[in-house]
């Protein structure tokens, strides 16, 4: 991956509707170049998705909750983890590090919900033996973009550039 990709990814980022016309025009390349570059990149798996971000509130999920879940003594992790993939209102699972296993985002309407999640699907689990909740009372940031590496940066180890390796 080269400045070029890192500076596509950055626009990317901020606005994924940019056409390859639009692209090319801010770093420098031609409609073709730019889509090609763009289309290695998703080939690639860098990006992973376009999505559309979408207002909580607005579409009735306003609560966030973060909810730290302990495990018992060799549980099992792949069940465990298959039930909370199943939850929508589960947005992110996170195995951590610390006095706790995992660590669960999730997105309800109110507590009522909440309370309803946490009984039903994630309390319920014969492996859980204690969860700790946290509530969000406003969202200061909320954003998927990442703080992408100056061009020239290493790899993390044991990983090689998946696109110079297509070159």
């Not at 056409?19 to 289309?39: D, F, P, T």
């Not at 990149?41 to 860098?46: T, Y």
Request: hydrophobic share 45%; net charge negative.
């Amino acid at each position: 991956m080269d400045q070029l990709d890192r500076e596509i990814l950055r626009l990317l980022q901020s606005d994924n509707r940019l056409s390859s016309a639009e692209i090319g025009q801010v770093v420098g390349l031609s409609v073709s170049a730019a889509s090609e570059r763009v289309r290695r990149l998703n080939g690639a798996g860098i990006i992973r998705g376009n999505h559309a971000c979408l207002d909580p509130g607005r579409v009735g999920l306003p609560l966030c909750a973060f909810i730290f879940v302990d495990l018992a003594p060799h549980p099992d992790e792949e069940g465990f983890r298959q039930q909370l993939m199943a939850r929508a209102e589960i947005q992110e699972i996170q195995q951590i590090a610390g006095p706790h296993c995992y660590l669960l985002k999730a997105r309800v309407a109110g507590t009522q919900a909440l309370q309803q999640l946490l009984a039903d699907h994630i309390k319920s689990h014969a492996d859980v033996l204690r969860t700790e909740t946290v509530i969000v009372m406003e969202t200061v940031k909320d954003t998927p973009a990442m703080a992408l590496p100056a061009d020239g940066a290493l790899e993390p180890a044991g990983q090689s550039d998946p696109l110079r390796a297509k070159a």
